[in-house]
Each structure stands twice: as structure tokens, then as C-alpha cells.
């Protein structure tokens, strides 16, 4: 059942007519989608855009490009979803910013490339729709969507009975950005003795989940609790944590400063990340003491016994996002990331080799 698409006149209320006992019996609540609908359009509203041309109702997001200023245009676009940190949403039962996590996997990764992202859909697979859920799901949605600048256009809610649990749900997205073509950051101008700069994280962000459920034992683990070691928040705070959105930071250096690269430092963490912003025969020569590694991850090691080159393997480590550019530029290119909100540092340059050297 669609939760979220553009509307044709009159076409929400004559939905709202439509009810089937038989449907209902096999599990599925039609009626209980539509009010789903009717709870989640103010948060729609917020990420309204110039361009967007639909409202919510329809069978397809609209969305008008303004070419002006663009002479070779590219679409560049992603999909993700958030994972197994849903898990943890629903022991809390916490939904309204794990739609956060789902926009900045997506946004977060085309910007590597320069994209301004313009729209967003998500999918959301529930095992019984209760509207109030489902429109919490999309508030966080919603929020990741205006911390981005882009607009929610559309998406899907899906009931699966018998599928999942009623209290299961999975959710995964979709955005799209535009770069122009001469800009797009890939690397290639990369060279030895550029600058590494990196940008904190807020703490696992929404990768590696699989392995913090294991080392904390998390289904029966004390979730709550005040934590000294993690600043008075309780354990499940801390990684509930919505996942940093750097676009309007790095859209706003990408004015000032030529980006030679940018890696969004996800699952795989250092290792399988920062080489896909790397050209052959360069390498990354990062310094550890230079990260500021977040409580959260020595919690983690420290509790799961886990090497650190596992830790550098899976997680961001406390840094989200690494932005590479000239070495003359780092300094003022540090000023601006930090004018724009973001906790920045020098933590490395690139060098001849291959890979990533932590040292």
C-alpha cells in the first residue's frame, strides 16, 4: 500500500472509503495505511524543495530540474537501508530517528561524488501497519531529508503478515543529486602530499550493528542505565545515535575549496572505504593520534576483545567522512567545515603505495 506519493484531487478521500474484511482477515489492514498516510503529511510538508510538484497519494514522485547553471548535467544516485540497528530501535522502541540513519546512508554517499541530492523515497516492510509507528518511521524520514536540503517525494509501506513479527519492520531508501559534469569529485586529481581531513561521526552511525548486538549481548543487555565511561548516557542511547549528515557542510566547501576525493567511511571502516576514493598507486597514511576515537568504540573493543585492525575494519571510529584536498588548501579548508558545524581536523595525507596505513 503506498504511504507516500503525489495526490490527485479527490483521490485521498475516495481511499479513504475503501475497506475489505476479507483482506483484513488474511492480515492486512488497508484502512490502517491510509491513516498512516494522513499522520506522516506534515513531515512531508518540511521537505518540500523548489521543483517538487507533487503532494502524497499518487503513483509517482514529481519533480521539476532547474538546469540553470548546469551546462553537462549528471544524475548520480544511491540506495541503502539502515540494517540491523532496527533492532535496537524496536527494543527501545524508538522510531523517530532511524528514518535519519536511512537518508544519510544514501545522501551521505553521493556527495562523494559532488551530487546535490534533490529527492528521496523510502521503503518501509512492516509486519503489522500501526499508523502512529509508521509515521514516526517517517518523521525521522523527514528530518534527514531537511538536514540534506532534499526532498521526500515519495516511498512505500508494505505489510507483510506471516512474512516478520507484527513488531518487525525493515526500511531502506532511495535519493538522487545532480553534479555537473566537469565537477564531479572522483579522485583522479589526487597526488602525493594532499591533505586527509576528517569529519567526526556521532558514534557508530549505522554500520557494524551485527557485531555490537553480539559483543554486548544486546537482547538481554542493560540498555538504560547511565554510563560513566559513555558521558551519563545509557548504553542504548548511545548507539541509537542518528547517523551525521555532512551535505550541506561539504556543499558549502565544494563552493570554496577543489574536493580531490571524499570517502563516507561506512561498513568496512577505514580499510574497505577510504581506497574507493583512491586512484591506483596512491595511498592513505592516516594518524591515529589524530583521530578522536569516541567512547563508544573502546567500549566495544574492550568488551568484545576485538583487535584493533577488526575495530579500523568495521566501524568509523569517530570519524565519518574523509575529505581530501591540495595540501595548501587544508588549513582554510578546515576553517569553513568547521563554520559549517562539523568537528574537523587534519588526520593524514596521501602518499605513494596502495591501501591505508594506520600509524
Do not use: W
Not at 561521526?201 to 547511565?226: C, M, Q, W
Not at 545509557?234 to 550541506?248: D, I, M, N, R
Not at 569516541?294 to 575494519?313: R, V
Amino acid at each position: 500500500m503506498k504511504n507516500m506519493m503525489p495526490a490527485r484531487s479527490g483521490g485521498m478521500e475516495q481511499r479513504m472509503k475503501s475497506y475489505s474484511d476479507s483482506y483484513k482477515a488474511a492480515g492486512v489492514d488497508v484502512t490502517a495505511g491510509y491513516k498512516a498516510v494522513e499522520l506522516m503529511k506534515n513531515h512531508v510538508k518540511r521537505t518540500v524543495i523548489p521543483g517538487v510538484l507533487s503532494g502524497i497519494g499518487g503513483f509517482g514522485g514529481l519533480f521539476e530540474l532547474d538546469m540553470q547553471g548546469y551546462q553537462h548535467p549528471v544524475l548520480v544516485s544511491g540506495t541503502d537501508g539502515v540494517g540491523t540497528k532496527l533492532k535496537l530501535a524496536m527494543m527501545l522502541d524508538k522510531h523517530d530517528t532511524i528514518g535519519i540513519d536511512c537518508v544519510a546512508m544514501c545522501v551521505n554517499d553521493i556527495i562523494c561524488s559532488g551530487a546535490k541530492p534533490l529527492i528521496f523515497l523510502d521503503y518501509i516492510a512492516i509486519g503489522k501497519n500501526i499508523p502512529e509507528k509508521v509515521a514516526e518511521i517517517v518523521a525521522g524520514v523527514a528530518e534527514g531529508c531537511v538536514q540534506s536540503g532534499c526532498a521526500l517525494v515519495g516511498g512505500e509501506t508494505a505489510e507483510h503478515p506471516g512474512m516478520m513479527p507484527d513488531d518487525d519492520y525493515d526500511l531502506a531508501g532511495f535519493s538522487v543529486g545532480i553534479v555537473e559534469k566537469d565537477r564531479i569529485i572522483d579522485g583522479s586529481k589526487l597526488k602525493a602530499g594532499d591533505a586527509i581531513i576528517g569529519l567526526a561521526s556521532t558514534g557508530v552511525h549505522s554500520n557494524g550493528f551485527s557485531l555490537v548486538r553480539k559483543v554486548f549481548d544486546i537482547e538481554h543487555a542493560d540498555l538504560t542505565t547511565p554510563r560513566e565511561e559513555l558521558g551519563g548516557k545509557g548504553l542504548g542511547e548511545t548507539l541509537l545515535a542518528p547517523t551525521k549528515l555532512y551535505v550541506k557542510s561539504i556543499l558549502a566547501l565544494y563552493d570554496q575549496v577543489e574536493i580531490k576525493s571524499l570517502t563516507h567511511i561506512t561498513g568496512g571502516g577505514f580499510y574497505e572505504n577510504v581506497p574507493r576514493g583512491l586512484p591506483e598507486n596512491l595511498m592513505a597514511k592516516i594518524d591515529k593520534k589524530a583521530l578522536k576515537i569516541l567512547p563508544i568504540f573502546d567500549l566495544i573493543q574492550k568488551t568484545g576483545n576485538i583487535s584493533e585492525h577488526d575495530m579500523f575494519n568495521t566501524f568509523n571510529m569517530g570519524t565519518g567522512m574523509c575529505v581530501f584536498v591540495a595540501k595548501e588548501d587544508a588549513e582554510k579548508a578546515v576553517e569553513i567545515l568547521r563554520a559549517n558545524g562539523e568537528d574537523a581536523n587534519i588526520i593524514g595525507e596521501v602518499a605513494e603505495g596502495n591501501g591505508v596505513e594506520i600509524c
